[in-house]
C-alpha cells in the first residue's frame, strides 16, 4: 500500500484528461524513481505557471502575460482574427503555424441545453475588437457540432454590418468533432479551404 500522500498524487493525476487510475498510477511510480530528473523539474515548472497565470485581457488566451505571446507578437498579421469556443482549441489551431493572425477565445459555445448565452461568452468582445477597425478578416473556427456552428451563425449576425470579411473552417471537418483532438494535416486543409459565410 502506498502512504496517504502517494495516493493522494495518485488520485490528482488520475483526475486529469487522458489519465486513469492506472495511467496515474505508473505516472506517480515514474516520478518517484526520477525523483530528481523527473520530479522535482515538473513541480518548479508547475510552480512557477501557478503563480503567474492569467487570462489575457484582448484575446481570453491563457498565458503566463498580459496580453499574451500572440497578442504581443508583432509578426502576427492584426488585420485577421480566428475566433474559437476555447483556449484549446486556439492551441490546436497555433500548433499548425498555418494561421498568421491573431485569436480570440470565447470561452465556450451557445447551448440552450446548458444555459449557454451570448452574455456568458465574450461575444460582446469580439463585436468590439471588429468595430474598432484594422481587422479584415474574421474567421469562425468554431466546432463542427450543432452548438458551435448555432454560435458561428450568430456571431455572423452580429458582425454582418461591420465592414469584415467572415470566412470559416472547410467542412471537411468530422462532424461532431472538436479541434483539439485533430491532426495538424486536418487542420490545415480546413483553414485552407475556409470560405465566405453565407
Known amino acids: 500500500m502506498a502512504s496517504p500522500e502517494i495516493e493522494t498524487l495518485t488520485q490528482a493525476l488520475a483526475k486529469l484528461p487522458g489519465l486513469g487510475p492506472r495511467s496515474a498510477r505508473r505516472a506517480v511510480l515514474h516520478l518517484?524513481?526520477?525523483?530528481?530528473?523527473?520530479?522535482?523539474?515538473?513541480?518548479?515548472?508547475?510552480?512557477?505557471?501557478?503563480?503567474?497565470?492569467?487570462?489575457?485581457?484582448?484575446?481570453?488566451?491563457?498565458?503566463?502575460?498580459?496580453?499574451?505571446?500572440?497578442?504581443?507578437?508583432?509578426?502576427?498579421?492584426?488585420?485577421?482574427?480566428?475566433?474559437?469556443?476555447?483556449?484549446?482549441?486556439?492551441?490546436?489551431?497555433?500548433?499548425?503555424?498555418?494561421?498568421?493572425?491573431?485569436?480570440?477565445?470565447?470561452?465556450?459555445?451557445?447551448?440552450?441545453?446548458?444555459?449557454?448565452?451570448?452574455?456568458?461568452?465574450?461575444?460582446?468582445?469580439?463585436v468590439g475588437r471588429v468595430a474598432a477597425g484594422g481587422i479584415d478578416e474574421v474567421v469562425l473556427a468554431m466546432n463542427a457540432t450543432l452548438e458551435g456552428q448555432t454560435t458561428a451563425h450568430y456571431i455572423a449576425d452580429r458582425l454582418e454590418s461591420l465592414p469584415v470579411r467572415l470566412t470559416q473552417l472547410a467542412h471537411g471537418l468530422p462532424v461532431g468533432g472538436e479541434l483539439d483532438y485533430l491532426d495538424e494535416g486536418t487542420l490545415a486543409q480546413a483553414l485552407r479551404a475556409r470560405r465566405p459565410v453565407a
Open 32 to 126: 518517484l524513481k526520477k525523483r530528481e530528473a523527473a520530479m522535482a523539474p515538473l513541480l518548479r515548472a508547475l510552480e512557477a505557471v501557478n503563480e503567474k497565470l492569467t487570462s489575457c485581457h484582448v484575446c481570453g488566451n491563457v498565458d503566463t502575460s498580459d496580453p499574451c505571446g500572440i497578442c504581443n507578437d508583432p509578426r502576427r498579421d492584426a488585420r485577421m482574427l480566428c475566433v474559437v469556443e476555447e483556449v484549446a482549441d486556439l492551441w490546436a489551431l497555433d500548433r499548425s503555424r498555418l494561421f498568421p493572425g491573431r485569436y480570440h477565445v470565447l470561452g465556450g459555445r451557445l447551448s440552450a441545453l446548458e444555459g449557454v448565452r451570448p452574455e456568458d461568452l465574450s461575444i460582446d468582445l469580439l
